[in-house]
Protein backbone atom coordinates (compact mmCIF):
# COMPACT_ATOMS: atom_id res chain seq x y z
CA UNK A 1 0.00 0.00 0.00
CA UNK A 2 1.53 3.42 -0.75
CA UNK A 3 1.69 6.07 2.13
CA UNK A 4 3.27 8.98 2.78
CA UNK A 5 4.34 9.51 6.42
CA UNK A 6 4.90 13.09 8.20
CA UNK A 7 6.50 13.80 11.42
CA UNK A 8 6.38 15.38 13.57
CA UNK A 9 2.70 15.92 13.58
CA UNK A 10 2.82 19.43 15.40
CA UNK A 11 5.91 21.30 16.35
CA UNK A 12 6.24 24.76 18.25
CA UNK A 13 9.18 26.62 18.42
CA UNK A 14 10.38 30.01 19.54
CA UNK A 15 11.61 32.52 16.36
CA UNK A 16 14.95 32.49 15.68
CA UNK A 17 14.86 28.38 16.18
CA UNK A 18 15.61 26.07 13.31
CA UNK A 19 12.83 23.10 12.25
CA UNK A 20 13.35 19.88 10.67
CA UNK A 21 10.16 18.38 8.88
CA UNK A 22 10.74 14.88 7.60
CA UNK A 23 8.79 12.97 5.28
CA UNK A 24 9.06 9.30 4.36
CA UNK A 25 7.29 7.24 1.93
CA UNK A 26 7.27 4.24 0.32
CA UNK A 27 4.95 4.20 -3.06
CA UNK A 28 5.57 2.24 -6.42
CA UNK A 29 6.89 4.27 -9.48
CA UNK A 30 8.08 7.03 -7.90
CA UNK A 31 8.36 10.53 -9.83
CA UNK A 32 8.87 13.26 -7.76
CA UNK A 33 8.07 14.83 -4.18
CA UNK A 34 6.74 18.33 -3.22
CA UNK A 35 6.08 20.01 -0.34
CA UNK A 36 3.39 22.50 0.22
CA UNK A 37 2.58 25.16 3.04
CA UNK A 38 -0.31 25.70 3.64
CA UNK A 39 -1.87 29.10 5.39
CA UNK A 40 -5.35 29.90 4.76
CA UNK A 41 -6.74 29.70 1.64
CA UNK A 42 -5.11 26.74 0.06
CA UNK A 43 -1.29 24.94 0.12
CA UNK A 44 1.38 26.97 -1.65
CA UNK A 45 4.52 25.03 -3.63
CA UNK A 46 7.47 24.82 -2.44
CA UNK A 47 9.59 22.52 -3.76
CA UNK A 48 9.53 19.52 -6.04
CA UNK A 49 12.56 17.13 -5.57
CA UNK A 50 13.42 14.43 -8.57
CA UNK A 51 16.72 13.37 -7.50
CA UNK A 52 18.80 12.08 -4.77
CA UNK A 53 21.32 14.62 -2.36
CA UNK A 54 20.55 17.96 -4.58
CA UNK A 55 19.24 20.07 -1.91
CA UNK A 56 16.77 23.36 -3.30
CA UNK A 57 16.77 26.12 -1.45
CA UNK A 58 14.61 29.30 -1.55
CA UNK A 59 15.80 31.99 1.40
CA UNK A 60 15.22 30.33 4.83
CA UNK A 61 14.09 27.13 3.62
CA UNK A 62 15.69 24.04 1.91
CA UNK A 63 14.87 20.16 1.10
CA UNK A 64 16.67 17.59 0.25
CA UNK A 65 15.89 14.21 -0.86
CA UNK A 66 17.23 10.12 0.12
CA UNK A 67 15.86 7.99 -2.51
CA UNK A 68 17.79 5.40 -1.09
CA UNK A 69 16.41 5.48 2.25
CA UNK A 70 13.11 6.85 1.15
CA UNK A 71 12.73 10.44 2.71
CA UNK A 72 13.01 14.13 2.30
CA UNK A 73 13.58 16.82 4.69
CA UNK A 74 12.32 20.59 4.79
CA UNK A 75 14.73 22.83 6.96
CA UNK A 76 13.56 26.18 8.15
CA UNK A 77 16.07 28.44 9.44
CA UNK A 78 15.73 31.51 11.55
CA UNK A 79 11.97 30.78 11.76
CA UNK A 80 9.35 34.03 11.65
CA UNK A 81 6.07 34.09 12.96
CA UNK A 82 4.78 33.97 9.46
CA UNK A 83 6.39 30.47 8.96
CA UNK A 84 3.13 29.19 11.16
CA UNK A 85 1.55 26.96 8.85
CA UNK A 86 1.04 23.05 7.77
CA UNK A 87 3.32 22.10 5.96
CA UNK A 88 2.46 19.32 3.43
CA UNK A 89 4.30 16.66 1.75
CA UNK A 90 3.06 14.84 -1.31
CA UNK A 91 4.83 12.07 -3.50
CA UNK A 92 3.68 11.92 -7.31
CA UNK A 93 4.01 8.75 -9.34
CA UNK A 94 3.13 7.39 -12.21
CA UNK A 95 -0.33 8.13 -13.65
CA UNK A 96 -0.16 11.66 -11.97
CA UNK A 97 -1.28 10.27 -8.93
CA UNK A 98 -0.48 11.78 -5.48
CA UNK A 99 0.27 10.78 -2.48
CA UNK A 100 -0.03 13.77 0.52
CA UNK A 101 1.10 13.26 4.16
CA UNK A 102 -1.35 14.96 6.73
CA UNK A 103 1.27 17.67 7.58
CA UNK A 104 3.00 18.69 10.14
CA UNK A 105 1.41 21.86 11.81
CA UNK A 106 4.09 24.56 13.00
CA UNK A 107 3.84 27.17 15.32
CA UNK A 108 6.21 29.97 15.64
CA UNK A 109 6.13 31.48 18.81
CA UNK A 110 7.28 35.84 19.03
CA UNK B 1 -10.41 4.49 9.20
CA UNK B 2 -11.02 8.23 8.13
CA UNK B 3 -11.46 8.78 4.44
CA UNK B 4 -11.96 10.94 1.77
CA UNK B 5 -13.76 9.47 -1.04
CA UNK B 6 -14.37 10.44 -4.40
CA UNK B 7 -17.29 9.16 -6.59
CA UNK B 8 -15.82 8.37 -9.93
CA UNK B 9 -11.79 7.54 -10.20
CA UNK B 10 -11.51 8.08 -13.91
CA UNK B 11 -14.39 9.98 -16.50
CA UNK B 12 -14.76 11.00 -19.91
CA UNK B 13 -17.21 13.13 -20.83
CA UNK B 14 -18.17 15.38 -24.36
CA UNK B 15 -17.52 18.73 -25.01
CA UNK B 16 -20.08 20.98 -23.74
CA UNK B 17 -21.30 18.26 -21.30
CA UNK B 18 -22.39 19.16 -17.97
CA UNK B 19 -20.25 17.57 -15.12
CA UNK B 20 -20.91 16.50 -11.68
CA UNK B 21 -17.56 15.66 -9.33
CA UNK B 22 -18.65 14.26 -5.65
CA UNK B 23 -16.97 14.13 -2.67
CA UNK B 24 -17.64 12.79 0.56
CA UNK B 25 -16.04 12.65 3.91
CA UNK B 26 -16.78 11.03 7.01
CA UNK B 27 -14.25 13.02 9.56
CA UNK B 28 -16.83 16.17 10.22
CA UNK B 29 -14.61 18.48 9.19
CA UNK B 30 -15.38 21.68 8.67
CA UNK B 31 -13.40 22.76 5.91
CA UNK B 32 -13.49 20.96 1.70
CA UNK B 33 -11.70 21.78 -0.81
CA UNK B 34 -11.36 20.77 -4.73
CA UNK B 35 -7.99 20.95 -6.59
CA UNK B 36 -6.84 20.49 -10.05
CA UNK B 37 -3.40 19.39 -10.97
CA UNK B 38 -1.37 19.13 -13.90
CA UNK B 39 1.87 17.80 -15.28
CA UNK B 40 4.63 20.11 -14.34
CA UNK B 41 2.31 22.33 -12.10
CA UNK B 42 1.40 21.95 -8.42
CA UNK B 43 -1.99 21.78 -6.81
CA UNK B 44 -4.11 24.56 -7.85
CA UNK B 45 -7.11 25.21 -5.72
CA UNK B 46 -10.65 25.69 -7.52
CA UNK B 47 -12.98 26.36 -4.81
CA UNK B 48 -13.19 25.27 -1.14
CA UNK B 49 -15.72 25.75 1.38
CA UNK B 50 -15.44 26.25 5.53
CA UNK B 51 -19.24 25.31 6.06
CA UNK B 52 -22.53 23.86 5.12
CA UNK B 53 -23.47 26.42 1.73
CA UNK B 54 -20.54 28.41 2.13
CA UNK B 55 -18.05 28.48 -0.90
CA UNK B 56 -14.80 30.90 -1.55
CA UNK B 57 -13.34 30.80 -5.16
CA UNK B 58 -9.62 29.54 -5.52
CA UNK B 59 -7.35 30.54 -7.74
CA UNK B 60 -8.89 28.72 -10.81
CA UNK B 61 -12.27 29.28 -10.46
CA UNK B 62 -13.86 29.97 -14.25
CA UNK B 63 -15.33 26.96 -15.82
CA UNK B 64 -16.72 25.19 -12.37
CA UNK B 65 -18.86 26.15 -9.90
CA UNK B 66 -19.50 23.93 -6.02
CA UNK B 67 -21.99 22.82 -3.71
CA UNK B 68 -22.29 21.92 -0.41
CA UNK B 69 -25.78 20.85 1.29
CA UNK B 70 -24.27 18.27 3.87
CA UNK B 71 -21.28 19.33 5.69
CA UNK B 72 -19.92 15.53 4.40
CA UNK B 73 -20.27 16.80 0.84
CA UNK B 74 -18.60 18.69 -1.75
CA UNK B 75 -19.37 18.57 -5.08
CA UNK B 76 -17.39 20.25 -8.01
CA UNK B 77 -19.85 21.36 -11.39
CA UNK B 78 -18.26 21.80 -14.44
CA UNK B 79 -21.20 23.98 -16.46
CA UNK B 80 -20.09 22.98 -19.70
CA UNK B 81 -16.47 21.07 -20.01
CA UNK B 82 -13.71 21.98 -22.34
CA UNK B 83 -10.69 20.06 -23.34
CA UNK B 84 -8.50 22.43 -21.25
CA UNK B 85 -10.63 20.81 -18.23
CA UNK B 86 -9.18 17.53 -18.34
CA UNK B 87 -6.85 17.03 -15.77
CA UNK B 88 -6.81 15.35 -12.14
CA UNK B 89 -9.59 16.76 -9.76
CA UNK B 90 -8.46 16.36 -6.02
CA UNK B 91 -10.84 17.01 -3.39
CA UNK B 92 -9.73 17.41 0.41
CA UNK B 93 -10.88 17.94 3.72
CA UNK B 94 -8.75 19.48 6.67
CA UNK B 95 -10.52 20.64 9.96
CA UNK B 96 -10.72 24.39 10.97
CA UNK B 97 -7.77 26.49 11.44
CA UNK B 98 -6.29 26.19 14.88
CA UNK B 99 -7.94 22.21 15.34
CA UNK B 100 -4.58 20.92 14.48
CA UNK B 101 -4.38 18.45 11.72
CA UNK B 102 -4.05 18.15 8.44
CA UNK B 103 -5.41 17.69 4.87
CA UNK B 104 -6.83 14.07 4.10
CA UNK B 105 -7.18 14.10 0.16
CA UNK B 106 -9.04 11.92 -1.81
CA UNK B 107 -8.06 9.44 -4.48
CA UNK B 108 -8.73 11.66 -7.62
CA UNK B 109 -10.60 11.91 -10.34
CA UNK B 110 -9.04 11.74 -13.86
CA UNK B 111 -11.25 13.57 -16.06
CA UNK B 112 -11.16 13.43 -19.53
CA UNK B 113 -13.31 16.60 -22.17
CA UNK B 114 -13.29 14.65 -25.76
Known amino acids: EDKVVQSPLSLVVHEGDTVTLNCSYE??????LLWYKQEKKAPTFLFML????IEKKSGRLSSILDKKELFSILNITATQTGDSAIYLCAVCIAGNQFYFGTGTSLTVIP | DVKVTQSSRYLVKRTGEKVFLECVQDMDHENMFWYRQDPGLGLRLIYF???????EKGDIPEGYSVSREKKERFSLILESASTNQTSMYLC?????????????FGSGTRLTVV
Open chain 1, 27 to 32: VTNFRS
Open chain 1, 50 to 53: TSSG
Open chain 2, 92 to 104: ASSPSVGQGGGYT
Open chain 2, 49 to 55: SYDVKMK
